[in-house]
C-alpha cells in the first residue's frame, strides 16, 4: 500500500530532510508580508495558554541559538531515542518541509529493565499466552528492538515501519494555517505519539520502566544542550512538548475526512438535540485503554463495573427516588490488547477472560448526544474527543486522571470546574454523588453547557485553531 506522505528511514535522512534544509537555509530571507493583509494571533493573548508557551520556551535548552545543533540534537533523540517524529519547517509563510522519519534499528534503552507477569515462567509464554487471546500474528522477539508509547509497549510492526497515524491531518491544517495568518519562519518537530517526548529536566522519559527509581538522566549519545521544540497533541508539567492540537480537534473543526486514516467521525452535523428530551444518564462508550489491566487500576474498566454493579442497587437504577433515571450507562467496546507497562507493575496485558464485565454496544458519537451527562474518562492519555463534547450539547463530567503526572490537552489551562464542566474524583467515589447533583440542578447543568459551548466557540473552532497554531509558530520563531 502506498503511503500519502512518505516516511524516511534513518538511511534516508541526509539525502531527505538534512540537504533540503541546508538549501533552504543558504536561500533563507524575510518575505515582504504585509500585516494589514494577514490577521496575527491575538485571540489567545491574555490567557493561561499563552504564557504556558511561553514558560516551556523559557527552558534553558530551548534558549541556546545554535539553530543547527539544536536542530540535529533533536533529530537525534527523536530517531535514537524515541524511534519516530515529523520534521517542519516552516519558510516564506508556507510549510516549506513536513517530513515525517522513523528509525527501522530502533533499540529502546530499557528492554535491560523489563519484567513481565509473574504468572509466566518466562518472556515466550507471556507473549504466547497474549498471542492466544488476541493476536496470531508475528511479533518482534528482541524486546530491545520494542518501543514504547507512554505505558504502551509496541512489539508489531506496521505496514510501512510506522502507521504515520494523523499526519495528513496535521499537515493540512498547517498548511491552511500559512495560508491564513502572518506566520514567521522557524523550525520545530511534531510528536504524533499519545505521549510527550522531551523531559524538563532531561531525564528517561520512560517513567515507567524504571520501577520504584527515579528516571536516569539521558544517555550521553543523546543527551545535548540544545534541543529544538517539539509540539505534541498530549502534553504533560514534567515535559518541554509545547502543546498543539490534537488530529481530532482538526478533523471535528474542518469536518473533512483525511487519506491514510479516512475516519468519518466529524463530517455530519450534530443534531441539536433539546434539552429537555435528553436522557438524564451519565453515558460512556470506549475502549478499555488506560495503564490498568484490572477494574481496580483502570478508570474505564471500573466505570463499566459501576454501571453494571448498579443496575441492581434500587439507588442508581431506574427505579431511583429522584427522577426513575438510571444513573449510569458505561461500558467498553474493546478490550484493547495493548502489553501496558505501570510504574512498579510488571508488563502485563488485559485478560478479557477474567474481566468482571462484558463488552458493550457501540454507539456512534453523533448517538451518544441523546444523554444529558457524558463522563470523560482519559485513557492511555487524555482523551482527544474532549473538543467533540464541548459543542454536544451534554454535560462534561470530567474524572480527574489517577496520575501524578496528568496527560493534557493543548486547551485544559482554559478549563474550570462547574462553570463549564462537572469534576469528578480519580477514583470515581463521588460519581453517584455528582450525577445526583445534575439530576437535581437542571438549569445549572444548562448553564454549564452553554458556558462550554461558548468556550469551544471562541478557542476551539476552526479559526481558532488556526490562531493558535499562528500563535505557537511565531512564539516559537520568536524564542
Known sequence: MRQVISILTEQQIDKYLLNPRRDLLKLAVRCDIHPTMRPSSRLFEQTPIAENLRRRLRLPFFMRRSECDAMENTLRYLLHHMRCGVYVRIQCNRLAMFVPFVNTEYRNPWSSQLKWD???????????????????????????????????????????????????????????????????????????RDHPQLKADLTDPFDAFWGSCPPPALPDEVRRDSYCPIVSS??????????????????????????????????????????????????????????????????????????????????????????????????????????????????QFLDRESIEVALANRVHMRDQIRFKYQLYIAGHCAAARYSFLMQSGSVIMRCASPSRNESSLWFFPLLEPWVDHVPVAADLSDLAERIAWCKQHDLECERIVENCRRLYDRFISRNALMEYCCLVINTIAQR
Open 118 to 192: 509473574p504468572r509466566f515462567r518466562t518472556l515466550d509464554e507471556y507473549l504466547d499466552e497474549w498471542q492466544r487471546l488476541y493476536h496470531k500474528i508475528d511479533i518482534i522477539g528482541d524486546p530491545s528492538r520494542w518501543w514504547a508509547n507512554g505505558n504502551l509497549v509496541c512489539n508489531v510492526v506496521p505496514p510501512g515501519f510506522w502507521n504515520g497515524h494523523g499526519t495528513v491531518a496535521l499537515r493540512d491544517m498547517l498548511v491552511e494555517t500559512c495560508a491564513r495568518f502572518d506566520v514567521d519562519d522557524c523550525e520545530f518537530f511534531v510528536n504524533v
Open 234 to 347: 498530549f502534553v504533560a508539567d514534567d515535559f518541554a512538548d509545547l502543546p498543539f492540537p490534537s488530529v481530532d480537534d482538526w478533523e471535528l473543526a474542518s469536518r473533512k475526512v483525511f487519506p491514510g486514516d479516512c475516519r468519518d467521525l466529524y463530517t455530519r452535523v450534530i443534531p441539536d438535540v433539546p434539552w429537555n428530551e435528553r436522557v438524564s444518564t451519565a453515558f460512556f462508550r470506549g475502549s478499555a485503554t488506560g495503564a490498568g489491566v484490572t477494574a481496580a487500576t483502570n478508570q474505564r474498566l471500573q466505570a463499566a463495573l459501576l454501571s453494571k454493579q448498579w443496575t441492581m442497587d434500587d439507588r442508581y437504577n431506574g427505579r431511583n427516588p429522584i427522577d426513575g433515571v438510571a444513573f449510569l450507562d458505561a461500558g467498553v467496546t474493546s478490550w484493547n490488547p495493548r502489553h501496558k507497562k505501570m510504574p512498579g507493575s510488571p508488563l
